[in-house]
């Protein structure tokens, strides 16, 4: 079992509609990050979180601590969302980030 | 402030050669971490340094090696390529490396290896 799992591994939905993706992890964390990868392969950070919740423009990022989960959530979604949303975890015993697999979106017009 | 940079964007290499890519962090930034993306793999971490010492390395063979100069820049090595090599090629800097401080990424280095 990996210990970064991401759902759905893949995701098409229309533009307007609000967009989910989960990530669960089974191993001790000092944080949890959110990136983007569009075709081209650049990584753009996100989110980095520790609890609770943030937020930028139409992107919510929340986690749980107890229950070893995040949601990445898109609101209002446009096919400029479209990309790879990759979930990974800092451990807190060292400094490597444990990746998961990575949820591929397409936000048809 | 500029961002990471990563050079060469990309190379196209022989099988046998060897590689070196470079990873420029942001400006204050003393840990440079670096990863390996393939499409049967996903994205595996190779290793990080700090202040120019190697502190934390992942599961590949002695042909990857890397080093840190006293400005932070940080070089990635390959020796004797393999077609398994080909991959994109990602740095990550922060400003100490400690959990919880925030990433930054490079675009990447992709890297083909015929």
């Known amino acids: 079992k990996n210990e970064v799992e991401q759902s759905p591994q893949n995701l098409t939905a229309q533009e307007g509609e609000f967009i989910t993706i989960n990530c669960s992890y089974s191993?001790?964390?000092?944080?949890l990050h959110w990136l983007q990868q569009h075709p081209g392969g650049g990584i753009v950070s996100l989110f980095m979180l520790s609890s609770g919740k943030k937020k930028h423009g139409r992107l919510i990022a929340t986690i749980n601590i107890q229950e070893k989960h995040s949601s990445l959530h898109i609101t209002a979604s446009h096919p400029r969302d479209s990309a790879v949303y990759i979930c990974?975890?800092?451990?807190?015993?060292?400094?490597?980030?444990?990746w998961g697999a990575g949820t591929k979106l397409i936000i048809k017009p | 402030k500029a961002g990471v940079t990563q050079t060469p964007r990309y190379l196209i290499k022989t099988r046998g050669q060897q590689v070196t890519l470079s990873c420029s962090p942001i400006?204050?930034?003393?840990?440079v971490s670096w990863y390996q993306q393939t499409p049967g793999q996903g994205l595996q971490f190779l290793f990080e340094?700090?202040?120019?010492?190697?502190?934390n390395k992942g599961n590949f063979p002695g042909r990857f090696s890397g080093r840190q100069f006293s400005n932070s820049r940080s070089e990635m090595n390959v020796s004797t390529l393999e077609l398994g090599d080909s991959a994109l090629y990602l740095c990550a800097s922060s400003p100490d490396g400690q959990p919880r401080s925030p990433l930054h990424f490079g675009s990447g280095t992709r890297l083909t290896v015929t």
């Open positions: 400006s204050g930034h003393r840990s």
């Open positions: 990974a975890v800092q451990t807190d015993s060292n400094y490597q980030l444990i």
């Open positions: 340094y700090f202040s120019e010492t190697q502190r």
């Open positions: 191993v001790g964390i000092s944080a």
